[in-house]
């Protein structure tokens, strides 16, 4: 079996309280898939990866626990293997000599997706909590596969890994019909809301809002007694959030370019708020970087940040940005700020002072936030 080098190997015992790795793989790129070199290394639990960029100096070190990738992909092309992982701060992109194909299926082995599947006994009774996570399972599964989004989705908002499993395993032994009858039975007023906000969100992970979501959705809806109208005002600021397209093309006229700083303000916005509190998070703006796909946008509004501050991005604001852009940006900083479950003072302080710049009014602003609230607000979900 491939070792660490001795340094890494001392580096990993202490990390794991003294126990040697089971498997190594070392990779020839580093994490991105860019030059570097890379080695990965698990006691049965955790993987650690010890990364070291293409200038050389010493390895940094990173590690997960096995069950936090959304996805955990090896696949090979004769000459190379590869491994694709998506993490909730980042997407790993590895790759390896052949000869270590073999490993690396050991190692994906040892992953276990966060959902009910295999031969998991599946709970005998439903709580409102196990029946909220086998409902966002059925609407992954609606067109008969999960894909990474919606894998990444399930693994930052579930943190109960054990509750999302036994809700998949209800599922898998049961049929959605039962287990919206279920959901009907044992979800008052709130939960009910929280369940079909969070659906809505998890069918709109990956971008899109499929046909088969929504009308399994619908069925959801109306077996939930949930009315059109408190549907609408649920669903309509999850589709402004998502709908950050509008930074890069003008839907109305789509052979007329964006100006650059629309999104370079949104991005700036977004990485001031991550940084106002003092602790910033590296999934934070790993989480900007997917949703916008623009690094040059992200390295500019890193630039305004530090030139500007809180204070003069709110002096530039709403700048080119018209009222939808606005909304959307608006949307994307409340989902931001409660993204770690704690909507600090700070944070509200700036989100006011964001508010007031883009010109939303106070009360079109509450009942966006109201809805964020009902989505993120599980604790619902845990008496009845």
């Not at 490993?103 to 994906?108: H, P, S, V, Y």
């Not at 989902?335 to 079109?364: C, P, Y």
Request: with cysteine.
């Amino acid at each position: 079996m491939l070792k660490l080098p001795d340094k890494l190997a001392a580096e990993f015992s202490e990390l794991c309280g003294g126990v040697q790795p089971l498997m190594v793989a070392r990779a020839l790129t580093n994490l991105d898939g860019g030059s570097g070199a890379t080695w990965m290394a698990t006691e049965g639990s955790r993987i650690i990866f010890f990364y070291r960029l293409p200038g050389g100096g010493d390895f940094e070190a990173i590690h997960y626990a096995f069950n936090e990738p959304s996805s955990f992909d090896v696949d090979e092309d004769g000459s190379f293997a590869y491994l694709k992982a998506g993490f909730s701060d980042r997407d790993l992109n590895l790759k390896f000599s052949i000869f270590d194909h073999a490993t690396l299926l050991q190692f994906q082995e040892q992953w276990k997706p966060p959902t009910g599947t295999g031969t998991e006994a599946a709970p005998a009774v439903l709580t409102p909590m196990l029946a909220f996570c086998a409902a966002m399972q059925a609407i992954a599964q609606s067109d008969n596969k999960i894909d990474s989004a919606e894998m990444e989705w399930l693994s930052a908002k579930l943190l109960d890994k054990n509750a999302l499993r036994r809700g998949g395993a209800w599922l898998r032994d049961n049929n959605v019909d039962k287990l919206i009858t279920q959901c009907a039975r044992l979800m008052h007023g709130d939960q009910r809301r929280c369940l079909i906000s969070n659906l809505i969100s998890l069918a709109m992970a990956d971008g899109l809002y499929r046909s088969k979501e929504s009308e399994l959705i619908e069925k959801f809806r109306v077996a939930l007694e949930i009315s059109e109208d408190e549907f609408t005002q649920l669903y309509d600021p999850l589709m402004a959030r998502n709908n950050v397209g509008i930074f890069m093309e003008n839907p109305d006229r789509p052979d007329e370019p964006v100006a650059s700083e629309a999104i370079n303000l949104f991005c700036a916005c977004f990485l001031c708020l991550i940084e106002f509190d003092g602790q910033p998070r590296p999934m934070d703006e790993g989480r900007l970087r997917k949703l916008v796909n623009n690094p040059e946008a992200v390295n500019e509004a890193r630039t305004y940040v530090e030139q500007l501050g809180a204070e003069g991005l709110c002096d530039a604001l709403p700048g080119p940005l018209d009222e939808r852009q606005c909304r959307c940006l608006m949307l994307n900083l409340v989902a931001q700020a409660m993204a770690d479950g704690v909507l600090s003072g700070r944070k509200q302080e700036l989100l006011e002072l964001f508010r007031v710049a883009l010109g939303i009014s106070e009360e079109s602003y509450q009942a966006d936030f109201n809805g964020f609230i009902t989505m993120n607000n599980l604790s619902v979900l845990i008496s009845r």
